[in-house]
Structure formats: C-alpha cells, structure tokens
C-alpha cells in the first residue's frame, strides 16, 4: 500500500481503506443502475428513517453548491466583486 500512496501507511489506515472501498462497491453493485426514481424513492425511506442526517445532508448539499455557484458566476463577472 504504501507504493501506491508513496508514504508509510498504517495497519489501521490500510485495513479502514479496504473497508470503504468494500462498502462503495457493495452500494454500487446494489443501486449503481436504478431508475432515479427508484432512487428518489430511497432517499425518501432513508428520510422517514433518519430524518436529520437526511434533511442535514441534503441543506449542507444546497449551501455547498450555492456557494460554488455564486463564485463561479462572480468568476465569470456575473456579479459585481465585493
């Protein structure tokens, strides 16, 4: 592990990696080709189950990309600099 991320590595770290990807590759394998509003769906079971990770994910989502936004079109000289 420690050739392909060109630093020492440690057990714990190598072992955590293994673990993630493991996890993605199931959520891929599991809902990779869905329909999106078999996704939609999900999401909105997730939310009955969870309702504030949900919703808290979902708003830091929306602040993330309005920032992102805002900056590119203030890059773009959409907006006057502040």
């Given at each position: 592990?420690?050739?392909?991320?060109?630093?020492?590595?440690s057990e714990d770290v190598?072992?955590?990696?293994?673990?993630?990807?493991?996890?993605?590759?199931?959520?891929?394998?599991?809902?990779?080709?869905?329909?999106?509003?078999?996704?939609?769906?999900?999401?909105?079971?997730?939310?009955?189950?969870?309702?504030?990770?949900?919703?808290?994910?979902?708003?830091?989502?929306?602040?993330?990309?309005?920032s992102t936004r805002e900056?590119?079109?203030?890059?773009?000289?959409?907006?006057?600099?502040?």
């Open positions: 592990m420690e050739e392909i991320l060109e630093e020492p590595v190598v072992v955590e990696l293994i673990i993630q990807r493991g996890l993605r590759a199931m959520l891929s394998d599991v809902i990779g080709n869905v329909e999106p509003e078999i996704l939609l769906e999900s999401i909105f079971q997730m939310a009955e189950e969870n309702p504030q990770f949900v919703y808290h994910f979902t708003a830091a989502r929306l602040r993330d990309g309005a900056a590119a079109r203030r890059q773009l000289g959409f907006i006057k600099p502040a």
